[in-house]
């Protein structure tokens, strides 16, 4: 298959989600590139699609629409959309071109290649000057990792830094959700022996992990093999060392290199910290065996988190058991990482962010407790795995209330959060109607397991084993997987319990005012939140706070700020429509809301929410906000989506 351009991805995922006929233009200002670009893009995917049973078709007057005429062959293009967690966003000023070089450069010294800058522009087809132009960018997209490029007439064009830096900036960029770099990069015969050594020796000690954990000490382990043979090893104090060394993670790394080295004639002994460090940090599906004081010490934060959560929303995670057993198990693991500061990357991030907002915030509010707790900041990233622990309890609790039992196997590589997610949603969403029987993982899949379920609902595709039950579903469940559910399934809609008109505030609607940063906007917003009386000089502040935490931002043009503690006593949002796109954080956003919701109505968040992504983004909102609606039109198209 031709490989698809991120553009021509980003209108195909579009497409893909949206119900109706979508304009040109709409797309456009969403991709941020003119109508005729965007019909430019629609032929070549044409070209693609057809051979796939599909086809983007145009109406006069109405726009693009995507037709699927065989489900079974289309779902090699949108399986592979879903396998990289393919979520529409704007780069700031990441080009296509700036990630080829970074690549490019990655590549070379990871095989221990001289690169040099001719070499580099031919391979890229672009004049040495263009690839000059570029490297202050690249620079300072390397920034986040303290790494630069380096050149010289002897090396050529090098990246240099710190080892385990370089290490987690190869992973990103070369790794991340691609296996077809791996196959590229390292023989296959290589990488599934170093599966079935890992897999063999992890069900020996009982050491359970993620399938996604597998695969990311897959991809470690052969990052380990390429460093090693260039001499480039990691270096550990005495103390770390000792720390490791002491955990039971040791002996299994012991045992996975002198296999390695056995089958594959591979001498990575000097990768033995390093490996265990992965192993100590990963995500793992049963408890970790962790000595009374460590268990108490993380009891003992997660209590504090929980009084927090109480204080700041109105809501009473305490009791819930399951709740506090999955997060000491996903803490252990954080606070080593945290510890050996070590990245995680979060594929399912804007994912968590979309389909589990209140979860997010409670997550933001149990980060910020752990930071004055442990004195351990913590990213993005890791705060949306705390959430997906975060949105189960808030199934249990039934936040989400909704004849034939249905019983239903759930396949996760993701991890025990994300499978106890996925539970409790769908218990939420179905009520009755189902019966989970199992959640297991794609390595203890078998035809027994599929034989005794109606439904098979998997996060990952399963190859080996064939049978019309099996549905392939996004990790973080989200609208368009529900309502395939609910074609097996009776379900039922998501209810608002809000006046519209009364939360969105017509005086607080404005259009077409002009700023440069996002904190000109806020502070644009709130004072005039503030001076009608919506928001105090509290709440304000705490907006703020809440941005410098994580960012707000959804992609499609869309912010969506909010006060972390919000002690008024109704519901208002504001609208800012901006003149021009600003870059928010990473992204551009034209179309902010800004949403009051005092703390004992949080759980109102959750509804406001979905019912602003499904306007903004399932029905291209934003860009029907930035050409068109005026307020009465958002307030009629809001009041049409909550009453389906």
Same mark, same amino acid.
């Given at each position: 298959m031709?490989t698809?351009?991120?553009r021509?991805?980003s209108i195909l995922?579009l497409?893909?989600?949206?119900?109706t006929?979508q304009?040109?233009?709409s797309?456009?200002i969403?991709m941020g590139v003119?109508?005729r670009?965007i019909?430019n893009d629609?032929?070549a995917?044409?070209?693609?699609?057809?051979?796939?049973?599909a086809?983007i078709?145009?109406?006069r007057g109405?726009?693009?629409?995507l037709?699927?005429r065989n489900?079974?062959?289309?779902s090699?293009?949108?399986?592979?959309?879903?396998?990289?967690?393919?979520c529409f966003t704007?780069?700031a000023e990441k080009?296509?071109?700036?990630l080829l070089?970074?690549?490019?450069i990655?590549i070379?010294?990871l095989?221990?290649?001289?690169?040099?800058?001719?070499e580099?522009?031919?391979?890229l087809f672009?004049?040495?000057t263009t690839?000059?132009?570029n490297?202050?960018?690249?620079?300072?997209?390397?920034?986040?990792?303290d790494l630069?490029?380096k050149?010289d007439?002897?090396?050529?064009?090098?990246i240099?830094?710190?080892?385990?830096?370089?290490?987690y900036?190869v992973?990103?960029?070369?790794?991340?959700?691609d296996n077809?770099?791996s196959?590229?990069?390292f023989s296959?015969d290589?990488?599934m022996q170093?599966k079935?050594?890992?897999t063999?020796?992890l069900?020996n000690?009982?050491?359970i992990?993620t399938?996604?954990?597998?695969?990311?000490?897959?991809?470690h382990?052969?990052i380990?093999?390429q460093r090693?043979?260039?001499?480039?090893h990691l270096?550990?104090s005495?103390?770390?060392?000792k720390?490791?060394?002491?955990?039971?993670?040791?002996t299994?790394?012991?045992?996975?290199i002198n296999e390695?080295?056995?089958?594959?004639?591979k001498?990575?002994?000097?990768?033995?910290?390093?490996?265990?460090q992965h192993l100590?940090?990963?995500g793992?599906l049963?408890?970790?065996?962790m000595?009374?004081f460590e268990?108490?010490k993380?009891?003992?934060?997660i209590?504090?988190?929980m009084?927090?959560?109480?204080?700041e929303?109105?809501i009473?995670?305490t009791?819930d058991l399951e709740?506090?057993?999955?997060?000491?198990?996903?803490?252990?693991a954080?606070?080593n990482r945290?510890?050996y500061k070590?990245?995680?990357?979060n594929d399912? %991030? /804007?994912?968590i962010k979309? *389909?589990?907002?209140?979860?997010?915030?409670i997550?933001? #509010?149990?980060?910020?407790? !752990? =930071?004055?707790i442990t004195?351990?900041?913590?990213?993005e990233?890791e705060i949306?795995?705390?959430?997906?622990?975060?949105?189960a309890?808030?199934?249990r609790?039934?936040?989400?209330?909704?004849?034939?039992i249905?019983?239903?196997?759930?396949?996760?590589?993701?991890?025990?959060a994300?499978?106890?997610l996925l539970?409790?949603k769908?218990?939420?969403f179905?009520?009755?109607?189902i019966?989970?029987?199992e959640?297991?993982s794609?390595l203890?899949?078998?035809?027994?397991?599929?034989n005794?379920?109606d439904?098979?609902?998997?996060?990952?595709?399963i190859?080996?084993?064939k049978s019309?039950?099996i549905?392939?579903?996004?990790?973080?469940?989200n609208h368009?997987?529900l309502?395939?559910?609910?074609?097996? %399934? /009776?379900?039922?809609?998501? *209810?608002i319990y809000f006046?519209?008109?009364k939360?969105? #505030?017509?005086?607080l609607f !404005? =259009?077409?005012v002009?700023f440069?940063?996002?904190?000109e906007?806020?502070?644009?917003?709130?004072?005039?939140?503030?001076?009608?009386?919506y928001?105090?000089?509290?709440?304000k502040q705490s907006i703020?706070?809440?941005e410098k935490?994580?960012?707000?931002?959804?992609g499609d043009?869309?912010?969506?700020?909010?006060?972390?503690?919000?002690?008024m006593n109704k519901v208002?949002i504001?609208v800012c429509i901006?003149?021009?796109s600003?870059i928010w954080?990473?992204?551009?956003?034209?179309?902010?809301f800004?949403?009051?919701?005092?703390?004992?109505?949080?759980?109102s968040?959750?509804?406001v929410?979905r019912l602003?992504?499904k306007?903004?983004?399932?029905e291209?909102?934003?860009?029907?906000?930035i050409?068109?609606f005026?307020?009465?039109d958002m307030?009629h198209?809001?009041?049409?989506?909550s009453s389906?």
């Amino acid at each position: 298959m031709k490989t698809l351009t991120e553009r021509e991805r980003s209108i195909l995922f579009l497409l893909r989600r949206g119900k109706t006929y979508q304009t040109g233009k709409s797309i456009a200002i969403l991709m941020g590139v003119s109508p005729r670009t965007i019909r430019n893009d629609v032929k070549a995917l044409n070209r693609v699609l057809r051979n796939y049973g599909a086809e983007i078709v145009s109406k006069r007057g109405m726009g693009y629409k995507l037709e699927i005429r065989n489900n079974t062959k289309f779902s090699e293009i949108d399986n592979h959309i879903i396998d990289n967690n393919h979520c529409f966003t704007f780069p700031a000023e990441k080009s296509e071109l700036l990630l080829l070089i970074i690549k490019k450069i990655l590549i070379n010294m990871l095989v221990n290649k001289k690169l040099y800058l001719q070499e580099l522009a031919d391979e890229l087809f672009i004049s040495l000057t263009t690839l000059k132009n570029n490297l202050p960018a690249v620079n300072n997209e390397l920034k986040k990792f303290d790494l630069k490029v380096k050149i010289d007439r002897f090396n050529g064009i090098r990246i240099e830094g710190d080892e385990d830096k370089f290490r987690y900036c190869v992973s990103e960029y070369i790794f991340r959700g691609d296996n077809y770099a791996s196959h590229q990069l390292f023989s296959i015969d290589e990488m599934m022996q170093i599966k079935d050594i890992i897999t063999k020796i992890l069900l020996n000690h009982n050491f359970i992990l993620t399938d996604m954990a597998i695969n990311n000490l897959i991809i470690h382990i052969q990052i380990s093999i390429q460093r090693s043979l260039a001499n480039m090893h990691l270096s550990y104090s005495n103390q770390a060392k000792k720390e490791l060394k002491n955990t039971p993670e040791f002996t299994i790394a012991a045992e996975i290199i002198n296999e390695i080295k056995n089958r594959l004639g591979k001498n990575i002994d000097s990768e033995i910290y390093y490996l265990t460090q992965h192993l100590v940090s990963s995500g793992k599906l049963i408890y970790h065996q962790m000595n009374s004081f460590e268990l108490n010490k993380i009891h003992n934060i997660i209590m504090k988190v929980m009084e927090q959560i109480k204080i700041e929303t109105s809501i009473d995670f305490t009791k819930d058991l399951e709740l506090r057993n999955h997060l000491t198990v996903h803490l252990s693991a954080a606070l080593n990482r945290l510890k050996y500061k070590m990245n995680i990357r979060n594929d399912l %991030l /804007n994912q968590i962010k979309y *389909n589990y907002p209140l979860a997010f915030e409670i997550a933001v #509010i149990a980060s910020k407790k !752990i =930071k004055e707790i442990t004195n351990f900041s913590i990213n993005e990233d890791e705060i949306g795995y705390i959430a997906i622990h975060f949105g189960a309890a808030l199934e249990r609790k039934g936040i989400n209330e909704k004849n034939n039992i249905k019983k239903i196997l759930i396949v996760c590589g993701s991890g025990l959060a994300t499978a106890s997610l996925l539970r409790e949603k769908l218990k939420g969403f179905f009520g009755n109607q189902i019966n989970i029987i199992e959640t297991t993982s794609l390595l203890k899949l078998n035809v027994e397991m599929i034989n005794q379920a109606d439904l098979i609902l998997t996060t990952v595709p399963i190859n080996n084993l064939k049978s019309k039950k099996i549905m392939l579903i996004n990790p973080i469940l989200n609208h368009k997987d529900l309502v395939e559910i609910k074609n097996i %399934l /009776n379900g039922d809609k998501l *209810n608002i319990y809000f006046d519209l008109k009364k939360i969105f #505030i017509k005086e607080l609607f !404005i =259009k077409g005012v002009e700023f440069k940063t996002k904190y000109e906007v806020l502070d644009y917003i709130t004072n005039l939140m503030e001076k009608h009386g919506y928001i105090d000089y509290q709440t304000k502040q705490s907006i703020f706070e809440r941005e410098k935490m994580a960012s707000t931002e959804l992609g499609d043009l869309v912010a969506i700020p909010h006060a972390l503690e919000n002690n008024m006593n109704k519901v208002a949002i504001a609208v800012c429509i901006l003149k021009s796109s600003i870059i928010w954080d990473k992204e551009k956003v034209q179309v902010v809301f800004v949403l009051s919701i005092p703390k004992n109505q949080a759980e109102s968040y959750e509804y406001v929410f979905r019912l602003l992504y499904k306007f903004l983004i399932d029905e291209f909102g934003a860009s029907k906000l930035i050409y068109e609606f005026t307020y009465e039109d958002m307030i009629h198209n809001l009041e049409n989506m909550s009453s389906r």
